[in-house]
């Protein structure tokens, strides 16, 4: 079965930066693209960026341009994301999720609470 | 960027209820509309996807409609296991924007 688990809790200081893995099992990782999206406290859903897991070719919101890098490691069957010059309200569950096609999110990972606090 | 907005923003409701929840696009989307169900501390799930189609496991009290800018999701008997926060999503195009969600309670 499909799954995608990520790596866990992380606390950082403002202006640090943090990178979260994105573990995916039961498919072939290179034939679907993984999106990014976050939830801060009480807010919504928010869309960061996506990779195509099979040429590495990305795309991010403008909102996050500059300061996020996604990445992927087709050997481990991995993404990565990685937000820079953090601040407080960076504060969120940050989740992958597999896009069957047309940013339609069919598998997520079990997010990963990402607190800049100083 | 395509703003979505649903309403209501909280409804309370009883078992065995027909609701109905609606999102509004701020230009058209075609029928790139999702719906998310999320339970506290939990990742998303998605129900309806093309406006209108129910992904496979989804019961079928769960059915959307729409296209364009106006769009619903209604439960046609509301279980204990639907209270939860519903959002939609638009994936025309990127940024792809979700709704503010609306919030399901028990009455």
Redesign the interface.
């Known amino acids: 079965q499909v799954q995608l688990v990520q790596s866990g809790t992380e606390v950082k200081k403002p202006g640090a930066s943090v990178k979260v893995s994105c573990k995916a099992s039961g498919y072939t990782f290179t034939d679907y693209p993984i999106h990014w999206v976050r939830q801060a406290p009480g807010q919504r859903l928010e869309w960061m960026g996506w990779i195509n897991a099979g040429n590495g070719n990305t795309k991010y919101s403008q909102k996050f341009q500059g300061r996020v890098t996604i990445t992927r490691d087709t050997s481990a069957s991995t993404g990565y994301m990685e937000l820079s010059s953090l601040r407080s309200e960076d504060t969120a569950v940050y989740y992958c999720a597999r896009d069957r096609n047309w940013a339609l999110y069919e598998f997520w990972g079990q997010g990963t609470l990402v607190t800049v606090s100083s | 960027d395509i703003q979505m907005t649903q309403s209501p923003s909280s409804l309370s409701a009883s078992v065995g209820d027909r609701v109905t929840i609606t999102c509004r696009a701020s230009q058209t989307i075609i029928t ?1 509309l ?1 719906w ?1 169900q999320q339970k506290p501390g939990k ?4 129900l309806i ?1 093309a406006a209108s189609s129910l ?1 496979s496991g989804v019961p079928s009290s769960f059915s959307g409609s729409g296209s364009g800018t106006d769009f619903t999701l209604t439960i046609s008997s509301l279980q204990p296991a639907d209270f939860a926060t519903y ?1 939609c ?1 638009q ?1 025309y195009s ?8 609306t919030r399901l309670e028990i009455k």
């Open positions: 790139y999702n998310y990742a998303p799930k998605l996807f992904q959002y999503q994936s990127d940024p792809y924007t979700f709704g503010q969600g």
